[in-house]
């Protein structure tokens, strides 16, 4: 069966610090991977998508990026964070066409 | 997405009621649709989902009913239990990788 992890699932860091978040898929092979921000009552905002290593689509412009170095790995990443980046950050994978299947998500709190 | 900077509705009902929420979408061309129910600090899971070549789903309590004509989309829930509050959201997708996720709807139950 498939299942999906991401870590740490909660992450308090000081505004400046550089972000590291990681996202792993087992029991599927060439998964879309995607990375969804959640504010507390709000809806998900897509942030980024991949078909592929290597391949990275962003949806919104801002200060954190993403990359895929395996096929089952994706990693969201910024150099310097604000406090605008505290949120709930998810993590999906889908075969194209189907259903997404989320993470238990990292709670990330910039202070 | 348009979902993001909303506050999400709320529905209130009583342990043992049936529950509607609905999902209006916007891109004709969607021709399969999700339902995801977010428990708090969880990621969403998938419920149930339903193709464009189909009006009525049901699954174990859950029924989707799809409305193309007028771009509709609804999930009943039977004999609401306290383990349903949670948030709700449809998606939309036309065959990209990119679901369009509504704005999702706030279930409380009432024991």
């Known amino acids: 069966s498939q299942t999906i992890h991401q870590w740490p699932a909660t992450l308090v860091q000081p505004v400046g610090s550089p972000l590291s978040l990681e996202c792993t898929v087992e029991?599927?092979?060439?998964?879309?991977l995607y990375w969804y921000r959640q504010a507390a009552g709000r809806g998900l905002q897509l942030l980024f998508y991949s078909v592929g290593i290597g391949q990275i689509s962003s949806e919104v412009p801002q200060n954190l990026s993403a990359s895929r170095p395996q096929d089952r790995q994706f990693i969201l990443s910024s150099k310097k964070l604000l406090l605008s980046d505290s949120g709930f950050y998810l993590c999906?994978?889908?075969?194209?066409?189907?259903?997404?299947?989320f993470g238990p998500g990292t709670r990330l709190t910039v202070t | 997405g348009e979902s993001v900077g909303l506050h999400l509705p709320t529905l209130s009902v009583q342990e043992g009621d049936n529950s509607i929420i609905n999902c209006a979408y916007s891109?004709?061309?969607?021709?399969?649709f999700i339902w995801y129910k977010q428990e708090s600090g969880k990621g969403p899971q998938f419920i149930i989902d339903?193709?464009?070549?189909?009006d009525k789903r049901q699954g174990q309590r859950v029924t989707v009913l799809l409305n193309k004509t007028v771009k509709h989309l609804s999930l009943q829930i039977a004999a609401t239990q306290p383990g349903d509050s949670a948030v709700y959201f449809c998606a939309e997708t036309g065959g990209s990788y990119i679901p369009t996720f509504g704005r999702g709807t706030s279930l409380i139950v009432h024991p």
């Open positions: 339903i193709r464009s070549n189909m």
């Open positions: 999906a994978w889908s075969q194209q066409g189907t259903e997404q299947y």
């Open positions: 891109n004709s061309a969607s021709d399969y």
């Open positions: 029991g599927t092979s060439n998964p879309n």
